[in-house]
C-alpha cells in the first residue's frame, strides 16, 4: 500500500498518518521528494506486510493524504506517477524533440484535480478529452473536413495515422511524413491537438516535429526499445493496451515511459482478444476500475477498435464515460464508407456529435450525484 | 434482415415496406401471425441477399415498422419473440409447474414499450429491474434483514441461491428447498420478486412453487434437457451467459426454451473466461449493442459475478447501465465479509444504495438526452 | 505431496519413506486403507510445507513406492482413485443400471499396470484403446460396415451418438433409443466395446442398458446433477474436458464421480477454445503431463473435435500418444463427406488404420527407450 | 491453392498438371522463375476457385510436382519461399551485416529435402535441430559447461539471451554485447551454431558479428520495423509465435521478413495465451499440421516456454517430434536452480540427453512406418 500526501501536507497530518498505520502492525518507510510518499514495506515486492490488513479506507479519510494506492506492485513510479511535476524534470538537460508544436508550458493546476497539461487542454481532470479523426491521414482536403467537424462536435484532439502497423507487408504502410504535415495542418486549422502513431525509436524525433500526443499501437506495447526512447521524448505518450496484455504488463509497460523520465503517459483501452467474434476485440471496461486502483494515470477508451463495429460504438461510448474514463478516441471520417482503412468500425460526423452529447449527459449526470 | 411489423399495421404499410425492400433485388417473405414479420431470403441461411445490401436504415423510420433485427441467424424465435403474447400460448393446455407465487395476469402493455410483466413488475421497459441479494440462502433473520435493505434501495427482486453449482463436490452445496421457503418467505415481507438457480429439470416443479424467476446458471447454459423442460414451465427464466460462450451461442440457448413454448427469457451477461486475473472474470458489455441487434429479449448484468472484486461492481454496474441494460443482477449482504459463499464480490446495503442511485441519474439523462 | 504405496508395501518399506521424507523437516499424515498413503501436512490445504522442497523424485524410486503426486489439491479422491478396487465399493447395495451389456467381471491385473478393466478390455495399462466410429449413429448398414472397418484396424471401442448436443434446438438431435440399439448391434457383431453420450440424469438406465462406457460431453462438464449420477452407475464415464475448463475443474468433475462412488472414470481432452481460428478448437495436449501429476485416471485424446479439421486428426494423434495418452478417440466414417454430422473432422478407414499404425510405432519406440 | 513444380520438371510434365487442373474448370495462372508455380486464380484473393473443389490430392502425386499449398492467403512469398535458392538474391547488391560467424556458404542440397543449410547444419530436413542453452548469458565458465554439455547431448545449436525483453524496467535486462562475445566463444569451443535475441533493429549490425541464427521473440513477432530490418540481414532469423498470435498473423510476420529479400526463416512455436493456469503458456503443437499446409519453412518447438514447467518438458518435447516439428529449443543448465532467469522451466543436462534420446526414437519410429 502507498500512500501519497498532498503538497501542502504538514509533518504533523504525516506523523499522524505514520501512527496510524503503524497501529495495524506496520512498518512504514517514508520517501521525501517533491510529495511525502510512505509506503509500507512488503507490498514492494508483492508481499503483503501486517499493515496491509487494514486496507485503505483507514487512512484514506485523513488529513494530508491525497490518495492511497492498494498495491504498487512492480510498477512503483506508476503508481505515485505526478505528472504535474515530472515535466520540469524531463525537460532537464538535453531536451531531446524539443520543438513541441502545441505543447505551452505547463501551468499550475488547480490543487484538486489531477491529469496533466498538453497544450491548453487538460487531461486527467474533469473535462472529458475526446481524440477524433480518421484511421489513416487522408488527402488535405478530407483532412480538413474532418478537422472541422471533429472540432465542431466538442473534441479537442485529432486522430490520423501516418505510419500504420499492418500484418501484412503487402498492405497499405501509411503516407509518412508527408501525412504527418497534411495532419498538423489540419489540427492547426481548427485549433486541435494532433495525436498519431510512431512505430519505433527512430521515427519518435522526425514525429516529435509535428506531433503533439505520441502514440504507442497495441502491437507495440511490449516494445521496450521504443518505450525506453519515449521516456526520453517531451511529449505525452497515448499508450494503447496490447491485444492481450494483462493488466499489470499494461502498466509495466507505462513504468517503462515513466521511470525513463516522462510522467505525461495517457492509457487506452483498446479491446482484448478473446473467443468472441461477434465484435472485432472484446473492449475490456473492467480495465477502468482496476487501474484507478493501481495508478493515477489518465485513461481514455477506444470503442472504435474495441468492437470494430460502427454500429456498436455509440453504446460502448457511453459505458466508458461512466465508468471513469478520462476521455475516448474514436475513428470518424465525413464518409466512413470510403475511408482508406478501418471503415467498418468509423462513425460519421453525426455520430460523433451524438456520441459527444450523451457522454457529456452521463459526466454531467454522475457529478451531479456525487455532489 | 427480419422487420417486425407492428400489430395494427395495414395492409397498405405493408405493402410500402414490401416495395421498398423490393427496390434493392431482395426476395421477401412474409410471415402472418398475430404480427406481420416480413423477412429477406437469404439472411435466412446465413447468406445475404441483394436487399441486404440497403441496410435496416431504409426501413426501419417507415410507419408501421416496430423493430428491424440485422440477422436472425440460427436463432429466429429469439430474434421476433414478443413475450407479451407468448404468455398466452405457453398456457395453452396442461399448464405445467402452474402455482405462480407472486406472477398475477399479464396486464396489456403499453404499445412503444418492449419486454414483459412479472408479477407487479415489468421487464425490459422504461424501468431499471434490480435483483439483489445474497450469493447463498442464509438463516431467516438474516435473509430478512437482506430482503428489507435490498426494496429499501429501491430494487425490485431478491435473489438467493438454494441450490448451488460447486466446481467440487466437497464444498457447500445450497439449503435445498428449506433454502427456498426462507427466501420466499423474505421476499413476500418486502415485496419482491424472487429469482433463484436451477440446476436441472428434475427440480423445476420444486423450485415452481417458491420462485417467480428461474434462473439459469453460467455452468449450465449448454444443458439443453434443461432448456428444453424450462421451455414448458409457467415461469420466466433469467439464462446467464456461459462463461465462454459465444454471444451465438447463448441466443440459441434462450432459443431452446422460446421455441419449447417459453418466451418469457431474460437474458444475464456475467462476465467470460479469458487470460486477464485482475477480475475474476471479464465482465463482457459490449453483449449490450450486440444482442440488442439480434434480439428482443430483455438484458441484465451481473457486475459481481462479472468482476468478481466488490470494489469494481460500483463503476461496471454504472456502464452497465449507460450502455443499455434493462437491469441489474447484484450481491449484496448486511455483512459481505460474513457471507456464505463469494464475499469478494458482494457489496453492502450502503454500496447498493449509491448503485442504484448512480444508475437512475445514468437512466434519466440518457432518456433526456433521447428526448 | 502425497505418496501412495504399493498394496504389498512392508511397514520397513513405509518407515523408510516416512524417514526420508523426515530430513526435509516434513511432517507426515499416514492414512491406512487398503493401500497405504502418506500425505505431507501442508499440500493437503495448498500450502507448501518444508517437505515439498524436496520434490516427488527424493522418494518416487523407493521400494514400495506406487506413485508420488505432487499436489492433490481439492480432488483428494481423484488423486488417489484406484480403479481396480473401486468396482467393489461401486457394486455395494443396490446396483444401480446392473445390465452390464460388455463388461464382466473385473479380473485381477497385473500389480504394476495402472487402470481397470472394461468388459475384455483393459484400459489405462500398456495396451492403447482407441475408440472410433461415426459422430452420429448412421442407419444399420452403414453401422455395420464403420464397425467392420474400426475393429479390423485394431481398434477396441466403437463411437456413435445417439443424443446429440446441439447449439441450436432447430439442428438435427440424434436418434435416441433406436440409434442405442443400432450401435449396439454393430459393436457385438464386431466384438467392440460401445461408447455413448448421455445429456442429463434421466438418460443413465437407458443408456446403461447399450453402452459399455457413459460418455459425458464437453458441454456438460459442469453439470453436477449428471456427473452425481454417474457416480451410482456400475459403467465407466468418458469424461471430456470443458471447452474452457481449467484442468483443475476437469478434475474436481471427475471428483464428482469418484467421490459418489465411481472410480472408473476416463478423462479425455478435446480441444479448449482459445483465439485462434485455424483450429475448430485448440488441442491442449500440455494436459497430459499435467494430469499424470495430479491423478491415476487413464486419459485419451480426440483430435477429430480438438482440430475440427481432417487433415490435422494424424499428426495430432502421433503427438498424443508420444506425450501419454492412454489412447485415442476418433470420428471415422466410411465415407466422412456423408457423414450425419462433422463431416469436415472425420478420417476414413485408411486414415484410421494408418493412424493406428503410426500410434503402435511410437508406442513402442518410446517403450524401447525408457527399457 | 499453389502447385510449386520441380526445378527439374519439364514442360510435358508443366502442360500435364495444368491440364488436370483444368479437368476441374480452374482457370490456371502459371509464374516462371527458377521454379514454375501454377496458382489456380481465385484462390490468390482468397475466394475458392471451381478448381480448388478437385484439391490437393489430385495433383500431388503427378511427375514434376514438388509440393502442392492449399492455400497461400496473404503470404504468397512464404507459402513458396524456397529457401535453398533464396540466400542468392539476399546477397544481391549491399551485403549488409556481411561477417557471418559460422555460417559458410550455401552447399547443394539433395532435391528431396526441404530446408536450407545454416554452417554446418541443415535445417529443416531429415536430421532435428536442436538449439539448447540457458535462458540468458551466464559467466564465462558456467556458459563453457553447458555448451560442452549441449554439444554432448547432440544438439547442434546454443541459445543464451543477451538482450532480455522484460515486463519491468526494474528486472534484468541481459548483459548486452558482452554477453555476445562470451556466448560466442563458447558455442565455438564446442562446435555450435549460436541463436540469439535481437529486441530492435538497431541491435542487428552488432549481434550479426557474433550469432548465427538472429532470435526475433514472441513480444516483437509484430515489431515490422524490426522484422523488415531483419529481411535485409544475411542471418537466417528464428521467428516465435506471439503470444496471441493467429497463425495467420505469425506466417504474416514470416512474409515480412521473406518479401524483405530474407528466405531463411525459421518459424518457433513457443505457447500461446488462454486461460488455462496449470501452464504458464498453452503449448500449441496443432501450428505444426496447419503450418505444414500453408508454409515450406522450419518449424522448431520451445516446450520450456510453451509449458513454464521443466516437468513437462520431456512429455511435450516428444509430442512436438511426433506431430512433426524439424527440431526443438530447450532452456538447459548445468543447474537450474541457480539459473540467471526462467530456472522453473529450465532442465539439466541429464534431462537434455534423455528428451534427444526420446526424440530421435520417435523421428527413427516414424521414418520406419512411412518408408
Given amino acids: 500500500?502507498?500512500?501519497?500526501?498532498?503538497?501542502?501536507?504538514?509533518?504533523?497530518?504525516?506523523?499522524?498518518?505514520?501512527?496510524?498505520?503503524?497501529?495495524?502492525?506496520?512498518?512504514?518507510?517514508?520517501?521525501?521528494?517533491?510529495?511525502?510518499t510512505l509506503a509500507i514495506t512488503g507490498s514492494l515486492n508483492g508481499v503483503a506486510?501486517?499493515?496491509?490488513?487494514?486496507g485503505p479506507d483507514a487512512v484514506s479519510g485523513m488529513a494530508g493524504v491525497a490518495s492511497v494506492l492498494r498495491d504498487m506492485g512492480a510498477t512503483p513510479q506508476v503508481a505515485?506517477?505526478?505528472?504535474?511535476?515530472?515535466?520540469?524534470?524531463?525537460?532537464?538537460?538535453?531536451?531531446?524533440?524539443?520543438?513541441?508544436?502545441?505543447?505551452?508550458?505547463?501551468?499550475?493546476?488547480?490543487?484538486?484535480?489531477?491529469?496533466f497539461q498538453v497544450g491548453d487542454r487538460w487531461i486527467g481532470g474533469r473535462e472529458l478529452f475526446v481524440v477524433a479523426g480518421p484511421c489513416s491521414v487522408e488527402d488535405p482536403e478530407t483532412m480538413d473536413r474532418i478537422a472541422r467537424e471533429v472540432a465542431a462536435a466538442g473534441a479537442g484532439g485529432l486522430r490520423a495515422g501516418a505510419f500504420k502497423p499492418r500484418s501484412s507487408p503487402h498492405s497499405f504502410q501509411g503516407m509518412g511524413e508527408e501525412g504527418l504535415a497534411v495532419a498538423r495542418s489540419a489540427a492547426d486549422a481548427h485549433g486541435l491537438l494532433l495525436v498519431s502513431e510512431v512505430l519505433d525509436a527512430t521515427q519518435i524525433p522526425l514525429a516529435a516535429r509535428y506531433v503533439d500526443v505520441l502514440q504507442v499501437g497495441s502491437r507495440n506495447m511490449y516494445n521496450t526499445s521504443l518505450l525506453r526512447e519515449l521516456g526520453r521524448a517531451r511529449r505525452p505518450v497515448l499508450l494503447k493496451r496490447g491485444l492481450s496484455a494483462t493488466m499489470d504488463e499494461w502498466l509495466s509497460a507505462a513504468e517503462y515511459v515513466v521511470s525513463a523520465g516522462?510522467?505525461?503517459?495517457?492509457?487506452?483501452?483498446?479491446?482484448?482478444?478473446?473467443?468472441e467474434t461477434a465484435t472485432r476485440n472484446t473492449l475490456d471496461l473492467n480495465a477502468l476500475p482496476v487501474i484507478r486502483e493501481r495508478s493515477r494515470l489518465p485513461v481514455l477508451v477506444d470503442p472504435s477498435h474495441g468492437t470494430g463495429r460502427r454500429s456498436y460504438v455509440r453504446a460502448m461510448a457511453r459505458a466508458a464515460v461512466a465508468c471513469g474514463a478520462d476521455g475516448l478516441l474514436l475513428e470518424v471520417h465525413v464518409d466512413p464508407d470510403r475511408a482508406l482503412s478501418d471503415g467498418a468500425q468509423t462513425i460519421d460526423p453525426a455520430g460523433l456529435r451524438q456520441v459527444l452529447r450523451e457522454a457529456e449527459a452521463i459526466r454531467g449526470a454522475l457529478l451531479g450525484v456525487e455532489e
Same sequence: chains 1, 2, 3, 4.
Avoid: K
Avoid at 500526501?5 to 499522524?16: F, H
Avoid at 506486510?49 to 487494514?54: C, K, L, N, Q
Avoid at 487506452?268 to 473467443?275: D, L, N, S
Fill in 49 to 54: 506486510s501486517p499493515g496491509e490488513s487494514m
Fill in 80 to 115: 505515485v506517477a505526478d505528472a504535474r511535476e515530472g515535466e520540469v524534470h524531463a525537460g532537464d538537460g538535453g531536451e531531446p524533440f524539443s520543438e513541441a508544436p502545441g505543447a505551452g508550458a505547463v501551468a499550475p493546476a488547480p490543487e484538486a484535480e489531477p491529469g
Fill in 1 to 36: 500500500m502507498i500512500i501519497v500526501m498532498e503538497r501542502w501536507a504538514t509533518e504533523g497530518q504525516i506523523a499522524d498518518v505514520v501512527a496510524r498505520l503503524g497501529e495495524g502492525g506496520a512498518r512504514v518507510q517514508r520517501l521525501d521528494g517533491e510529495r511525502v
Fill in 262 to 275: 516522462n510522467p505525461r503517459v495517457i492509457l487506452c483501452e483498446r479491446g482484448i482478444r478473446t473467443f
